[in-house]
């Protein structure tokens, strides 16, 4: 009928094949919630652990219960497969009939809530791009550049920004006496291509070293010690601007860990209470400055799209230290980045609506 806009078809795709399954889960049961169904069409698209893709019929799948961190099942759904075919933007179920009789659903916009490798990695990203389908976030340079620890230090560095001593450890290598005398102790060791603090140790004793290197390889063979930075640990937000070209700064926020782990893991992140955020951050006006100036500076030094965050260190003489970029920040009710926002004056509903329309305004192609 005349004058009645269509809502807009999203999928929002979650779970994965990595380690952050269930923070992918229980994030998109946070943006689910703030969507208005008056807006928008939503398509539940689960990827359960094996990488099979389903249809979900309900948003049971992303709630915790009994305590256990969500998981998708693909017994739950229906399975489906996206089209690689820019001129179909479908959805099409593994019923090869069903699939040449009629659509499973086009689709206007994807949200691919995914955290760590086969999702913020540039490889569903890629996937969209073939696809010919709108997407929430970076393209498929910026998110595997910033994926991998490595070459996300090497361009940040390259652009001028500041970034803490490190070394790269690949298969079978171990860290030289040269290395050890550099970075010193504390070390921090984690795995190169990982995320939510999964398989990350601090080291204080160089006998516990190999140990820390085991767990980190356990998730990834390339694995990453990183000096400690003495100073605050700082996170900010940034969003891709509406109203033209460049990217805004949320307001930072501080990370205090009272925790017996003495820095912000996985437990911290997501189970403990032990964890304290400040919101601004507890830093002069002037080094609140610079944090949110080096966070945009990083985002479009990766040539990020959409959205990032950017986790930083500041020293106590005021200096900032680049820590990490995250291309899909998560999104569950006690994320930093949805809470910097809200803090900023953009509220958790408003913040998912301009990242469709950030998606839908960029289209597919290169970012």
Same mark, same amino acid.
């Given at each position: 009928?005349?004058?009645?806009?269509?809502?807009?078809? !999203?999928?929002?795709?979650?779970?994965?094949?990595?380690?952050?399954?269930?923070?992918?889960?229980?994030?998109?049961?946070?943006?689910?919630?703030? !969507?208005?169904?008056?807006?928008?069409?939503?398509?539940?698209?689960?990827?359960?652990?094996?990488?099979?893709?389903?249809?979900?019929?309900?948003?049971?799948?992303?709630?915790?219960?009994?305590?256990?961190?969500?998981?998708?099942?693909?017994?739950?759904?229906?399975?489906?497969?996206?089209?690689?075919?820019?001129?179909?933007?479908?959805?099409?179920?593994?019923?090869?009939?069903?699939?040449?009789?009629?659509?499973?659903?086009?689709?206007?916009?994807?949200?691919? !809530?995914?955290?760590?490798?086969?999702?913020?990695?540039?490889?569903?990203?890629?996937?969209?791009?073939?696809?010919?389908?709108?997407?929430?976030?970076?393209?498929?340079?910026?998110?595997?550049?910033?994926?991998?620890?490595?070459?996300?230090?090497?361009?940040?560095?390259?652009?001028?920004?500041?970034?803490?001593?490190?070394?790269?450890?690949?298969?079978?290598?171990?860290?030289?006496?040269?290395?050890?005398?550099?970075?010193?102790?504390?070390?921090?060791?984690?795995?190169?291509?990982?995320?939510?603090?999964?398989?990350?140790?601090?080291?204080?004793?160089?006998?516990?070293?190999?140990?820390?290197?085991?767990?980190?390889?356990?998730?990834?063979?390339?694995?990453?010690?990183?000096?400690?930075?003495?100073?605050?640990?700082?996170?900010?937000?940034?969003?891709?601007?509406?109203?033209?070209?460049?990217?805004?700064?949320?307001?930072?926020?501080?990370?205090?860990?009272?925790?017996?782990?003495?820095?912000?893991?996985?437990?911290?992140?997501?189970?403990?209470?032990?964890?304290?955020?400040?919101?601004?951050?507890?830093?002069?006006?002037?080094?609140?400055?610079?944090?949110?100036?080096?966070?945009?500076?990083?985002?479009?030094?990766?040539?990020?799209?959409?959205?990032?965050?950017?986790?930083?260190?500041?020293?106590?003489?005021?200096?900032?230290?680049?820590?990490?970029?995250?291309?899909?920040?998560?999104?569950?009710?006690?994320?930093?980045?949805?809470?910097?926002?809200?803090?900023?004056?953009?509220?958790?509903?408003?913040?998912?609506?301009?990242?469709?329309?950030?998606?839908?305004?960029?289209?597919?192609?290169?970012?």
């Amino acid at each position: 009928m005349a004058g009645i806009r269509r809502r807009i078809r !999203l999928a929002l795709l979650f779970g994965g094949r990595s380690t952050e399954h269930a923070i992918s889960c229980v994030s998109a049961g946070g943006v689910l919630r703030a !969507l208005d169904p008056d807006v928008y069409d939503v398509v539940l698209v689960g990827i359960d652990p094996s990488g099979r893709w389903v249809v979900l019929p309900g948003a049971d799948a992303l709630a915790p219960a009994d305590g256990e961190l969500p998981s998708v099942a693909a017994s739950r759904g229906t399975g489906v497969v996206l089209a690689p075919d820019p001129t179909m933007s479908r959805l099409l179920p593994h019923d090869a009939t069903q699939a040449i009789r009629s659509p499973f659903g086009d689709i206007d916009v994807v949200f691919p !809530l995914l955290h760590g490798p086969f999702g913020e990695d540039g490889t569903v990203q890629g996937l969209l791009e073939m696809a010919g389908l709108p997407y929430i976030g970076s393209g498929v340079f910026a998110s595997a550049a910033a994926m991998d620890k490595q070459h996300m230090k090497s361009l940040l560095r390259a652009a001028g920004l500041p970034i803490g001593p490190y070394a790269v450890l690949r298969a079978g290598q171990t860290l030289s006496e040269a290395d050890q005398e550099r970075l010193g102790l504390p070390v921090f060791v984690k795995p190169a291509r990982g995320g939510s603090s999964i398989g990350i140790s601090r080291v204080d004793a160089w006998a516990d070293l190999d140990t820390a290197v085991k767990t980190a390889r356990a998730n990834d063979p390339k694995v990453l010690v990183e000096a400690a930075i003495t100073g605050c640990e700082i996170e900010c937000g940034v969003l891709g601007r509406l109203d033209g070209p460049g990217a805004q700064a949320s307001i930072p926020a501080q990370i205090t860990v009272t925790s017996s782990a003495g820095f912000y893991d996985f437990e911290a992140k997501y189970v403990s209470d032990q964890t304290r955020f400040d919101i601004p951050a507890r830093l002069s006006p002037a080094a609140l400055d610079r944090v949110q100036k080096v966070a945009v500076a990083a985002f479009e030094a990766l040539d990020c799209a959409g959205l990032a965050r950017v986790d930083v260190f500041v020293t106590p003489e005021d200096q900032v230290v680049v820590n990490e970029v995250n291309t899909m920040p998560g999104f569950t009710p006690t994320s930093m980045f949805p809470r910097m926002w809200e803090a900023s004056g953009i509220t958790y509903p408003q913040l998912v609506d301009r990242l469709v329309r950030l998606a839908l305004r960029d289209g597919a192609g290169l970012r």
